[in-house]
Every structure is written in structure tokens, then in C-alpha cells.
């Protein structure tokens, strides 16, 4: 009590720091790296070198370890001319331009962001980085993970009642988990995933009370967000207890599963 919070970041991957120096900064699969915008209109490249078909997950995070700098991310694949001169083409890029946010009072957008990015060809690629408002300073800090994708995610669920008035306008407030004989409830599911974005993520519920069901759901490839709806029969008992909401996403060989988190609203 009483201390100064502070978010550390922890990797399984060895963590690479980027320094100023000219020229590009080589990196390996997997890697974490660790830079920070020190000069006006700074640059920082990071290569590496992929075979064809490999699947990477790309992600920066800045935003959500309150960094003041609003990172963008070129893809580049580097080859060489006839004259064995180095050539660049750009074949991804990663910024905010899509907002993440549900509908309702809810609102989890970042400006951070991940990307799956299949390699084309063997050979040697680049990570450029900047920063979209070509700011500098120790607060301007960011990290960028590159791995390899696997299936993984997080859950969060979201509760919400629907307000209805007379001219068919409605609001949407967040609600409590209350479910009444012969009833329906939706929970909301929102998928953050990081990786494995081409298989399915299925739903389940553990410790609903007896009378009360749960119809199937699945977050499929494409989709960000599921209902999973609590259905209850038309005599059961009063109670009142937890539930939780778990999603499994499974490749053939790996499985991962993970439980979700209740989201709350701070008034």
C-alpha cells in the first residue's frame, strides 16, 4: 500500500535493444526488441532473415505501457538486382488505422497493434519503425515482438443491458448477470488474438446452476467477438454464484486454452 505501480514487460524470447547506430540492426526468430525514439524524425530498422511459408506474428506495443510515442511498422523484403545492388519492397505495414471497439459503453481500443504476415520467399527482411508524430524523448519508448504465429488469445466478456424507447432509439448500458425463469442472456466475447487467426476459437461455460444452458459458440476465423447465450428453463432454483467462460483453439497439434476476463466499467 502506498507504493508507485508500474507495468514490467516479461518475454520467453531473447530480448534484443536498439541503439543508435547506423545502418540496420540484425535481429533473430524469435526476438523481443527494445527501442525508444532519441532523436526528431527517428528511424530504427530491424532485420532478419525468414524462409518461404513461414507464418510470423508481428506486434508493437507503446500505448499499452504508457509510452507518449504512436509507432508505425514497415514490413520490407530485401533482395538484390542483376548489379547486386540492394533492393526494397514493402510487403506489410501495421498501424492504428483500425479502431478496436465494442458497441456499447465498452471501449478497449489501443493504438498498438498485431499482425499475421506469411513470408513470401527465403531471404532476408526488414522492420522499419517510426513514429507518426516524430516525437523523441525517454517517454517514447516501444517494444516489437517477432516470433513465429502459434495459436493464442485472450477473452474478455462483456454484460450489457439494452434500453428501449419509445421512438425505437436504445442505449446500451453495462448490466449485471441476471438471468429470470424462461429467460435469455447474451455475454459478449471478444477474442484478442495473437496468432492462429485461421482456426476457430470455441466457447464453454463451467458452473452454470442446474435449469440453465448454454447454446454453443465459436469465434471463427475473420470474426472478433461471439455470443455465447444462457438460456433457462421455466422452473428452476434462486442462486447465485460464479461462472466461467473459457476458449480453446487448437491447430492439430497444439492446443491452447484460456479462461476470460470479466470486463468492468470505471464510472
Do not use: C
Request: aromatic fraction near 10%; charge should be negative.
Amino acid at each position: 500500500p502506498g507504493s508507485n505501480r508500474f507495468r514490467l514487460a516479461l518475454s520467453d524470447d531473447p530480448t534484443v535493444v536498439g541503439v543508435e547506430q547506423d545502418g540496420d540492426i540484425p535481429v533473430n526468430l524469435p526476438s523481443e526488441i527494445s527501442g525508444r525514439f532519441d532523436k526528431e524524425q527517428d528511424i530504427d530498422r530491424y532485420r532478419f532473415q525468414a524462409k518461404k511459408g513461414d507464418r510470423l506474428w508481428i506486434e508493437v506495443v507503446a500505448d499499452r505501457h504508457f509510452s507518449k510515442s504512436d509507432p508505425f511498422l514497415l514490413i520490407e523484403q530485401l533482395g538484390k538486382d542483376k548489379e547486386g545492388k540492394e533492393t526494397v519492397k514493402e510487403i506489410a505495414n501495421l498501424d492504428d488505422f483500425r479502431k478496436v471497439k465494442t458497441q456499447g459503453m465498452y471501449d478497449i481500443h489501443t493504438y498498438d497493434d498485431g499482425m499475421e504476415l506469411e513470408v513470401p520467399a527465403d531471404g532476408e527482411y526488414r522492420i522499419v519503425v517510426g513514429d507518426n508524430f516524430s516525437k523523441q524523448g525517454v517517454l517514447h519508448h516501444y517494444r516489437i515482438h517477432l516470433g513465429r504465429s502459434q495459436p493464442d488469445f485472450r477473452l474478455l466478456t462483456f454484460v450489457e443491458q439494452f434500453h428501449f424507447y419509445g421512438d425505437r432509439r436504445t442505449t446500451v448500458y453495462p448490466g449485471a448477470l441476471q438471468l429470470r425463469p424462461e429467460g435469455v442472456l447474451p455475454i459478449r466475447v471478444r477474442a484478442l488474438r495473437r496468432g492462429g487467426g485461421q482456426f476457430p476459437i470455441a466457447l464453454r461455460i463451467e458452473g452454470l446452476p442446474k435449469g440453465v444452458k448454454a447454446h454453443p459458440a465459436n469465434v471463427f476465423p475473420g470474426e472478433e467477438e461471439a455470443y455465447i447465450v444462457l438460456q433457462a428453463d421455466k422452473q428452476i432454483e434462486s442462486w447465485t454464484g460464479d461462472i466461467r467462460v473459457f476458449g480453446t483453439i487448437s491447430d492439430g497439434e497444439t492446443k491452447v486454452e484460456r479462461e476470460a476476463v470479466g470486463a468492468t466499467l470505471n464510472w
